[in-house]
C-alpha cells in the first residue's frame, strides 16, 4: 500500500497518523504513484475568494448571486449544508439561508486569480485542459523523474500552494483517464483528494447512478431511465450495438464509460466554442429601450472577452427567456468574422427587432459563436455601412484608452445607466 501525507509529503506512513509530522490527512491507495491523470476543482472559488479578501465572512453562509430574479452562480460550504446549491434562483436560496451574505460576483477578479492557478499548473505539465475558471484536467504522466515526485505528491504540493499563496483550496480527483478523474475529485469535498485506481474501477462503478457521467441532463437521464438504465450495471447489460441503435454515438460512449473507458487526451488546445454574457432581470421587461442598454453592455463584454483571448466569431447569438421561462434564440451569421462590440451590438439589436414578441422576458443574453484566429477578423468592413471602418477604428482607441487608464475611464452613452 502507498501513502502520502497531505500536509508534510511524507510518503513513509504504515498507520492512520504520518511519522513526520504527526497528520492525520494521510491518503493511501494501491497505485497510488503510478497514476498520472487528475482532476483539480477549486471549492467554492467565488465565495473562497471573497472570504479570502474580507475574513469577516470566513464563518457566514455566503452566496455569490443577485436579485431575487437571478441565480445562485456559487455558494460557499456553510450555505451548501443549509441546502443552496449553485444554479438554484436566488428567491429560494434566500428562504433556505435568510442570513446569507448575498455578493455580486466580481469576474474580473475571480479570472486574475485563475489565471495565477492557471500558471502553477502549467509550471507542472503542459497538459493543462481548463475547463472553467475553477477547474481544470492535468496529465502528469511521465513527469516524475522532471519533478522528482510521482504526480500524487506534486498534485498535493500544488494545492497547498494555493492555500498558502492564493487563499483558496481545490479537491483533487486522480485516476487514469479524465471521466474517472473528474468522479474522483467530487468524492471528497471541500479540500479533499481521492484516487480511482485501475484494478478498482470495475467494482466502483458497478452500483453508482448513471448520473455521475459527466453531460448526463434531466433529458438525457430520462432517456436513460425509459430505457431501464439506472446505475452502471444495468448499462453493462446493454451490448453495443443496442445502445448505438437505442442512443446514437452516445451509445457508443455509454459503453466504453460503462467500463471505465475513456480515451480522450488532456488536451490544452481545447478549443474555446463560444463566448457569450447574460443578465436576469430584477422585473420582467418588455421596454425596448431597457433591453438595447443592456445589449450593448453584453456586446462590449462579449467583446472584451473575445479580444482578450483573441478570438473573434462568425455568428452573433441573441437569447431571450420568456416570464414562463421559455426561450426564444435567434442567430445572424456575419460576413466576416468580428470581435468588435460594435458589429456585435448592432447585429444582435437587428436580432432583436426581428423578435415579434414583445415580452415580458425575465433575461437576455449575448453571444459570439464559430470562432476563428482574431487576425482572421475585421479586415474588408462591411460595404453596406460606409460608417463601419471608422468604428472600428473609434473602438481600437478607445480600447487603448481603457488599456491605459481603467475599464471604466470611457463609455458609451447607451452604456450608462
Known amino acids: 500500500m502507498q501513502s502520502l501525507c497531505r500536509d508534510c509529503f511524507d510518503c513513509s506512513a504504515t498507520g492512520p497518523r504520518c511519522p513526520a509530522c504527526g497528520s492525520r490527512r494521510v491518503l493511501r491507495h494501491p497505485e497510488l504513484f503510478e497514476l498520472g491523470i487528475a482532476h483539480m476543482d477549486c471549492d467554492a472559488f467565488y465565495a473562497s475568494v471573497e472570504k479570502r479578501d474580507n475574513p469577516a465572512l470566513a464563518d457566514k453562509p455566503v452566496i455569490i448571486g443577485g436579485g431575487n430574479r437571478g441565480v445562485v452562480l456559487t455558494a460557499c460550504y456553510v450555505a451548501r449544508i443549509r441546502g443552496v446549491r449553485s444554479a438554484m434562483p436566488m428567491f429560494r436560496a434566500r428562504k433556505l439561508c435568510p442570513d446569507a451574505v448575498v455578493l455580486k460576483p466580481r469576474m474580473a477578479l475571480y479570472a486574475e486569480v485563475s489565471r495565477e492557478i492557471r500558471a502553477m499548473m502549467a509550471a507542472l505539465t503542459p497538459a493543462v485542459e481548463p475547463l472553467s475558471l475553477d477547474e481544470a484536467f492535468l496529465d502528469l504522466t511521465g513527469t516524475s523523474r522532471l519533478h522528482g515526485a510521482p504526480p500524487a505528491v506534486v498534485l498535493a504540493q500544488l494545492v497547498r500552494r494555493m492555500r498558502e499563496e492564493l487563499g483558496v483550496t481545490g479537491s483533487i480527483g486522480l485516476s487514469h483517464n479524465k471521466f474517472l478523474a473528474k468522479i474522483a475529485s467530487d468524492l471528497d469535498k471541500p479540500h479533499g483528494f481521492s484516487v480511482i485506481g485501475k484494478a478498482e ?217
Open 201 to 417: 474501477t470495475a467494482g466502483f462503478l458497478r452500483d453508482r447512478p448513471v448520473s455521475l457521467i459527466w453531460g448526463v441532463g434531466p433529458a438525457t437521464q430520462a432517456a436513460l431511465d425509459r430505457a431501464g438504465i439506472r446505475d452502471f450495471a444495468d448499462l453493462l447489460r446493454w451490448d453495443r450495438s443496442e445502445l448505438v441503435a437505442r442512443f446514437g454515438a452516445a451509445g457508443n460512449r455509454l459503453w466504453h464509460l460503462a467500463r471505465g473507458e475513456d480515451s480522450r487526451p488532456v488536451r490544452a488546445d481545447a478549443p474555446i466554442k463560444s463566448i457569450s454574457n447574460e443578465t436576469t432581470f430584477d422585473a420582467d421587461t418588455g421596454a425596448r429601450d431597457i433591453l438595447d442598454g443592456h445589449l450593448w453592455k453584453m456586446a462590449e463584454k462579449v467583446s472584451d472577452r473575445a479580444k482578450a483571448r483573441d478570438l473573434a466569431g462568425r455568428v452573433v447569438t441573441l437569447k431571450l427567456k420568456r416570464a414562463d421561462h421559455s426561450i426564444l434564440t435567434r442567430r445572424q451569421s456575419l460576413e466576416e468574422a468580428t470581435q468588435m462590440a460594435d458589429t456585435i451590438y448592432r447585429r444582435a439589436r437587428h436580432l432583436l427587432d426581428q423578435v415579434g414578441d414583445p415580452g415580458p422576458f425575465r433575461l437576455l443574453g449575448c453571444g459570439l459563436s464559430d470562432l476563428v484566429p482574431a487576425d482572421q477578423a475585421d479586415k474588408s468592413g462591411d460595404l453596406l455601412d460606409p460608417g463601419a471602418a471608422q468604428r472600428c477604428r473609434a473602438e481600437r482607441a478607445s480600447d487603448s484608452i481603457r488599456d491605459r487608464f481603467g475599464p471604466g475611464a470611457i463609455r458609451k452613452g447607451r452604456g450608462l445607466p
